[in-house]
């Protein structure tokens, strides 16, 4: 159907009026979707009212599309009018202008406006089923204002599980001094280090240092809960987290570690700098920010069921991974033995749900409002179930956290009920585009990289320039590749640490969180983070030599110290340290329910043989304390 013939109106209204079909249900959704982004710069008016004031519009025309007349008299129709209504507001022009000046943008444009247009009842259902009933523009002051309190208590959850843990982790006289860590980097670089190793620990790596790096994290962390000083909190909380995870080396080397300086970094440019959280009409979250929040976590849910097959582990592509991960996972809890009790047909069945969750719905993120309500019903769910049968620190908490950044506000509306009238500004709060655009658009590149690294395993076809710009953001921690349970283990080894008097007689050391005692319930810790109990289970996947951090940690009970020693649930010589330590691997396995109910024994255990060389008072004498040195980062 060819286009229109160009019309003017004799009498042209004072501002842009835009006419349409008031007897058509898609047209009536759709001009409500308008009028939620033009506000009162736009009228909007039926043809069945509108007709007489603009008699040189023939009423075909009116039945046929859409029609806008604008002050100066001119008429637009169709696809057109559709754009140029939509551009009206400053800032948003850049789709019309695509559409007038890019070849083959207009035609194309027309064609599927004509197409709709012509199949109107049938895309108002379509449009029913991905919309619902609200057809205005969403807004997302209610997520946001959620999404960035539950951030703040995953941070605090963080710094204070790691308050408690930091002497024996990285103290001066811990299993990885900070302080040796940064003696030798600084010993194999130059100034670069400052920028290689972000950390204020630079300035100290004392106790005080450290325990203040907790500290500060904490408070701000827990300001921000309480919406005092979001954006300096956030940031504070961000420049202390990476502080220390850039000198503790394996202990903060988690994937979990990495998601929450990321979602840290983004969360700084989600609301606008101000000293209390509100997030309202004058005070809009960042359009940007929200954007990479999304597409953080559609990276994290898609990266996650990508490495499973791609991997090539015979054990994802063969659905039987859950027959033994609720087993082997690193610190499951007492309903993860329960899962683990269930038939071969329902781990079949949770293994085809888990990767549907993560392949197909993180597409669900960028869709139209109840499709991304459906995503984050069913994130949702399959976070709460890996929070119910494992202990994975604050990651599941953090992970919701960005699912409530699918939510609009109309969930939310009885909030308004009583709504409390608010001083509007002179112009709306937000980070100025000079700072927001850039950040966001070096963010975006490099974030796409790592998912092209993460998908296809190789950096063929990327520009160097961007495998240079990931590089060169690397330090920060903030940009990061993801993927949990790429393979899948199939057995638990676990290593029992035992001390000697006599080398005849040994007496094991009892771990806070990891299996140890068959009788030893699974037990849930999260958001807690035992970051020694978790290492060690890496350890027992590797050899005695792949893991110098676990020499160092046994030197330290020879020395019996008392700030690692805190670390353990007990310490089996209390007078005076052992002379001997050893490692021994143990293959665990969980019990059957008729075990459980005939012995109480969680576990069964059988002897793999030792794992370190025996360690001694004389040998810790030859190597000095804290023998083990620096420990490269892994990360989970």
């Known amino acids: 159907m060819p286009d229109p013939p160009d019309v003017r109106v004799a009498v042209p209204p004072a501002r842009p009026v835009v006419v349409f079909d008031g007897d058509c249900k898609f047209c009536r959704f759709w001009i409500r979707r308008w009028k939620s982004v033009t506000g009162d710069q736009v009228e909007y008016v039926p043809y069945q009212e509108a007709a007489p004031r603009f008699p040189e519009i023939p009423e075909a ?114 299993i990885l001094p900070a302080q040796g860590y940064l003696d030798w980097i600084r010993a194999q670089t130059g100034p670069s280090r400052y920028w290689l190793v972000p950390t204020l620990a630079w300035l100290s790596a004392k106790p005080a240092m450290l325990h203040g790096l907790c500290a500060g994290g904490a408070l701000a962390s827990l300001g921000v809960a309480f919406g005092v000083a979001p954006t300096l909190g956030l940031a504070v909380a961000w420049v202390s987290y990476l502080s220390l995870s850039s000198i503790s080396q394996v202990f903060l080397s988690y994937q979990w570690d990495a998601l929450l300086l990321e979602t840290g970094l983004l969360a700084i440019f989600l609301s606008p700098p101000a000293w209390r959280l509100c997030f309202s009409g004058s005070s809009p979250p960042s359009a940007s920010a929200l954007l990479l929040l999304r597409w953080l976590l559609f990276r994290l849910m898609f990266s996650s069921g990508a490495v499973k097959l791609g991997s090539g582990d015979p054990s994802w592509r063969s659905l039987t991974a859950l027959r033994v991960h609720y087993e082997t996972q690193p610190l499951p809890t007492w309903i993860g033995w329960a899962f683990h009790q269930f038939s071969p047909s329902f781990q079949t069945a949770s293994c085809v749900f888990l990767l549907s969750v993560e392949l197909v719905v993180p597409f669900f993120v960028f869709a139209p409002r109840r499709a991304k309500h459906l995503a984050f019903g ?213 019990t059957d329910r008729e075990t459980r109910r005939r012995t109480g024994a969680w576990w069964r255990r059988e002897l793999m043989g030792a794992y370190c060389p025996i360690v001694s008072r004389e040998m810790l004498r030859e190597t000095g304390p804290g023998a083990g040195g620096t420990s490269g980062s892994r990360q989970y």
């Open 61 to 174: 025309e009116f039945r046929r599309a859409v029609q806008l007349v604008l002050p100066t008299g001119e008429v637009f129709s169709g696809a057109e009018a559709a754009l140029a209504t939509l551009a009206q507001p400053p800032g948003h022009q850049r789709t019309l202008a695509m559409y007038r000046r890019i070849p083959g943008v207009r035609p194309i444009t027309n064609l599927a406006y004509r197409f709709i247009a012509h199949h109107r009842d049938a895309f108002f259902r379509i449009t029913r089923l991905l919309w619902g009933e609200v057809a205005e523009k969403p807004t997302y002051f209610a997520a946001s204002s959620i999404f960035v309190r539950l951030l703040a208590l995953c941070y605090l959850a963080a710094f204070l599980s790691l308050w408690v843990q930091v002497d024996g982790l990285i103290g001066p006289r811990g």
């Open 378 to 590: 069913l994130l949702l769910q399959l976070q709460i179930l890996i929070a119910l049968t494992g202990n994975y620190a604050f990651f599941n908490w953090l992970a919701i956290a960005l699912c409530f950044l699918l939510i609009d506000d109309a969930p939310f509306s009885w909030r308004r009920a009583r709504p409390v009238p608010e001083p509007t500004p002179a112009r709306p709060r937000r980070w100025p585009t000079g700072v927001i655009a850039p950040v966001a658009a070096v963010l975006l590149i490099a974030s796409s990289v790592q998912l092209v690294f993460t998908v296809r395993r190789s950096a063929a076809g990327v520009p160097k320039a961007a495998i240079r710009l990931v590089e060169w953001l690397s330090p920060l921690r903030s940009v990061n590749q993801y993927g949990l349970f790429a393979v899948m283990t199939t057995r638990r080894p676990e290593i029992v640490v035992e001390g000697s008097d006599d080398g005849r007689t040994w007496r094991p050391y009892e771990f806070r969180w990891k299996p140890g005692a068959v009788g030893g319930r699974p037990r849930f810790v999260a958001p807690h983070q035992p970051r020694l109990d978790w290492q060690m289970w890496f350890a027992a996947l590797e050899s005695c030599e792949e893991n110098p951090w676990l020499v160092s940690f046994l030197g330290r009970l020879l020395q019996g110290e008392p700030a690692v020693l805190r670390l353990l649930a007990t310490n089996p010589f209390p007078a005076s340290p052992p002379r001997y330590v050893r490692t021994l691997v143990y293959d665990y396995r969980f």
